[in-house]
Protein backbone atom coordinates (compact mmCIF):
# COMPACT_ATOMS: atom_id res chain seq x y z
CA UNK A 1 0.00 0.00 0.00
CA UNK A 2 1.39 3.65 -0.93
CA UNK A 3 1.27 6.59 1.27
CA UNK A 4 -2.06 7.21 2.88
CA UNK A 5 -3.46 10.59 1.96
CA UNK A 6 -6.39 11.88 3.84
CA UNK A 7 -9.17 13.56 1.28
CA UNK A 8 -12.47 15.24 1.87
CA UNK A 9 -14.90 17.73 0.11
CA UNK A 10 -18.26 19.53 1.21
CA UNK A 11 -21.13 19.20 -1.06
CA UNK A 12 -19.59 21.41 -3.72
CA UNK A 13 -16.55 19.33 -4.22
CA UNK A 14 -18.23 15.91 -3.70
CA UNK A 15 -18.25 14.63 -7.53
CA UNK A 16 -14.88 16.32 -7.79
CA UNK A 17 -13.60 13.76 -4.66
CA UNK A 18 -14.71 11.26 -5.89
CA UNK A 19 -13.05 11.47 -9.53
CA UNK A 20 -9.77 12.46 -7.76
CA UNK A 21 -9.97 9.92 -5.21
CA UNK A 22 -10.30 7.17 -7.79
CA UNK A 23 -7.10 8.76 -9.73
CA UNK A 24 -4.85 8.86 -6.28
CA UNK A 25 -6.28 5.19 -5.92
CA UNK A 26 -5.18 4.76 -9.12
CA UNK A 27 -1.80 6.01 -8.71
CA UNK A 28 -1.50 3.55 -5.85
CA UNK A 29 -1.82 5.64 -3.01
CA UNK A 30 -3.95 4.46 -0.30
CA UNK A 31 -6.56 6.71 0.41
CA UNK A 32 -8.79 7.70 3.47
CA UNK A 33 -12.24 9.55 2.71
CA UNK A 34 -13.35 11.72 5.31
CA UNK A 35 -16.53 12.32 3.06
CA UNK A 36 -18.78 13.99 2.69
CA UNK A 37 -20.54 10.98 1.43
CA UNK A 38 -23.40 12.82 -0.92
CA UNK A 39 -24.07 16.07 -2.73
CA UNK A 40 -26.67 16.91 -0.01
CA UNK A 41 -25.37 20.47 1.72
CA UNK A 42 -22.70 20.14 4.39
CA UNK A 43 -20.60 22.43 6.49
CA UNK A 44 -17.06 22.30 5.18
CA UNK A 45 -15.31 23.17 8.35
CA UNK A 46 -16.71 19.84 9.03
CA UNK A 47 -14.44 18.49 6.89
CA UNK A 48 -11.86 20.82 6.96
CA UNK A 49 -10.70 20.43 10.59
CA UNK A 50 -10.72 16.42 10.85
CA UNK A 51 -8.56 16.45 7.88
CA UNK A 52 -6.30 19.41 8.52
CA UNK A 53 -5.87 17.61 12.70
CA UNK A 54 -4.76 13.91 10.45
CA UNK A 55 -1.77 16.95 9.16
CA UNK A 56 -1.04 18.63 12.43
CA UNK A 57 -0.61 15.38 14.35
CA UNK A 58 1.70 14.26 12.09
CA UNK A 59 -0.20 11.03 10.94
CA UNK A 60 -0.51 12.16 7.40
CA UNK A 61 2.04 13.77 5.40
CA UNK A 62 -0.25 15.14 2.71
CA UNK A 63 -3.85 15.98 2.19
CA UNK A 64 -6.34 17.15 -0.46
CA UNK A 65 -9.59 19.45 0.52
CA UNK A 66 -12.31 20.43 -1.88
CA UNK A 67 -15.13 22.87 -1.90
CA UNK A 68 -17.10 25.71 -4.14
CA UNK A 69 -14.08 28.18 -4.04
CA UNK A 70 -11.50 26.27 -2.37
CA UNK A 71 -11.29 29.05 0.23
CA UNK A 72 -13.84 27.57 2.97
CA UNK A 73 -12.44 24.64 3.12
CA UNK A 74 -8.31 26.59 3.63
CA UNK A 75 -9.48 29.00 5.87
CA UNK A 76 -10.39 26.06 8.24
CA UNK A 77 -7.81 24.02 7.23
CA UNK A 78 -4.93 27.10 8.01
CA UNK A 79 -5.73 27.22 11.22
CA UNK A 80 -4.25 24.46 12.32
CA UNK A 81 -0.39 24.39 13.23
CA UNK A 82 2.15 23.44 10.47
CA UNK A 83 -0.80 22.83 7.80
CA UNK A 84 -0.14 24.92 4.90
CA UNK A 85 -3.18 24.44 2.59
CA UNK A 86 -3.09 26.07 -1.15
CA UNK A 87 -5.73 26.47 -3.00
CA UNK A 88 -4.26 25.88 -6.76
CA UNK A 89 -6.66 26.59 -9.58
CA UNK A 90 -3.91 26.07 -12.04
CA UNK A 91 -1.07 23.71 -12.22
CA UNK A 92 1.86 26.06 -11.80
CA UNK A 93 -0.24 27.46 -8.57
CA UNK A 94 0.33 24.05 -7.44
CA UNK A 95 3.99 23.86 -8.28
CA UNK A 96 4.85 26.72 -6.66
CA UNK A 97 3.02 25.97 -3.83
CA UNK A 98 5.25 23.20 -3.38
CA UNK A 99 8.35 24.51 -4.34
CA UNK A 100 8.10 28.22 -2.50
CA UNK A 101 5.99 27.05 0.79
CA UNK A 102 6.13 23.49 1.02
CA UNK A 103 2.34 23.12 0.69
CA UNK A 104 0.78 19.76 2.49
CA UNK A 105 -2.77 20.21 1.72
CA UNK A 106 -4.22 20.94 -1.79
CA UNK A 107 -7.20 22.66 -2.24
CA UNK A 108 -9.07 22.58 -5.44
CA UNK A 109 -11.91 24.63 -5.86
CA UNK A 110 -14.47 22.32 -7.69
CA UNK A 111 -16.68 24.37 -9.21
CA UNK A 112 -13.97 26.27 -11.20
CA UNK A 113 -11.67 23.91 -12.29
CA UNK A 114 -11.97 20.90 -15.10
CA UNK A 115 -11.57 17.45 -14.06
CA UNK A 116 -8.45 16.95 -16.31
CA UNK A 117 -7.67 20.52 -14.40
CA UNK A 118 -8.06 19.02 -11.64
CA UNK A 119 -6.20 15.86 -12.53
CA UNK A 120 -2.64 18.77 -13.54
CA UNK A 121 -3.27 20.48 -10.11
CA UNK A 122 -3.02 17.17 -8.53
CA UNK A 123 0.16 15.73 -9.98
CA UNK A 124 1.93 19.09 -9.71
CA UNK A 125 1.43 18.99 -5.83
CA UNK A 126 1.97 15.41 -5.74
CA UNK A 127 4.92 15.43 -7.37
CA UNK A 128 7.13 18.35 -6.94
CA UNK A 129 9.72 19.06 -4.01
CA UNK A 130 9.83 21.29 -1.84
CA UNK A 131 13.01 23.67 -3.18
CA UNK A 132 14.03 24.46 0.76
CA UNK A 133 16.98 26.88 0.70
CA UNK A 134 15.76 30.29 1.23
CA UNK A 135 12.22 29.60 1.21
CA UNK A 136 12.88 27.52 4.44
CA UNK A 137 13.42 30.66 6.95
CA UNK A 138 10.09 31.96 5.41
CA UNK A 139 8.09 29.08 5.61
CA UNK A 140 9.09 28.46 9.15
CA UNK A 141 8.37 32.30 10.48
CA UNK A 142 4.63 31.25 9.09
CA UNK A 143 3.61 29.30 12.20
CA UNK A 144 3.11 32.11 15.13
CA UNK A 145 6.10 32.29 17.82
CA UNK A 146 4.80 31.27 21.19
CA UNK A 147 1.95 29.59 20.11
CA UNK A 148 3.34 25.90 18.72
C1 LIG B 1 -20.96 25.95 -0.84
O1 LIG B 1 -22.04 26.47 -1.52
C2 LIG B 1 -19.76 26.86 -0.94
O2 LIG B 1 -19.98 28.03 -0.24
C3 LIG B 1 -18.51 26.15 -0.43
O3 LIG B 1 -18.31 24.99 -1.15
C4 LIG B 1 -17.21 26.90 -0.54
O4 LIG B 1 -17.04 27.45 -1.80
C5 LIG B 1 -16.92 27.83 0.54
O5 LIG B 1 -15.83 28.40 0.64
Not at 60 to 81: D, E, F, I, P, S
Not at 119 to 144: M, S, Y
Amino acid sequence: MGERIPIASDHAGFEMKEKIKAKLIAKGYDVQDLGTNSPASTDYPDYAHPLAQEIESGEAKRGVLLCGTGLGMAYAANRHHHVRAAVSWLPEIAELARKHNDANVLVLPARFVSEEDAEAILDKFLNTPFEGGRHQPRVDKIEIEGTK
